[in-house]
């Protein structure tokens, strides 16, 4: 049966995206894609709640922003933080949603190209299961 041809071009399409090699590579990407970025997490994490100072963490202190707000905060500031909303989103994608989004390829290379802004090599990127207290 295969991939229909447009989820295919799309795939395709989002095959092609930057080489993401350094901070301000990164963020070059944030911003080129901002819109398609926030229409991503928008279709999983409601932007309108209230945002917390440690994404995803209801326990800890609320920012006094909406995610929305808070988003364009991290982004505005360069805050690695906003890698916490791109990984939720991430998780809470189902596969079919994925294939539909021609952004999705770039989408997925800020979520595993985190180290970038930690000054890390990939070797060198810290553990995640470490900062989330969960084994994989």
Request: charged share 20%.
């Amino acid at each position: 049966m295969g991939i229909p041809a447009k989820l295919k071009a799309a795939s395709e399409q989002s095959a092609s995206s930057a080489v993401i090699d350094s901070a301000d590579a990164y963020w070059k990407s944030v911003n080129d894609g901002w819109d398609d970025l926030l229409n991503i997490i928008a279709h999983h994490i409601d932007l309108n709640s209230p945002a917390h100072d440690i994404p995803g963490d209801e326990t800890s202190p609320l920012t006094m922003r909406t995610i929305l707000e808070e988003l364009a905060h991290l982004k505005k500031t360069r805050d690695p933080k906003i890698v916490r909303y791109f990984n939720g989103a991430w998780c809470l994608a189902s596969d079919a949603y994925a294939w539909s989004v021609p952004f999705w390829g770039a989408f997925c290379d800020l979520c595993s190209e985190e180290w970038v802004l930690h000054g890390d090599t990939p070797d060198e990127a810290p553990d995640v299961a470490n900062l989330t207290g969960q084994t994989l």
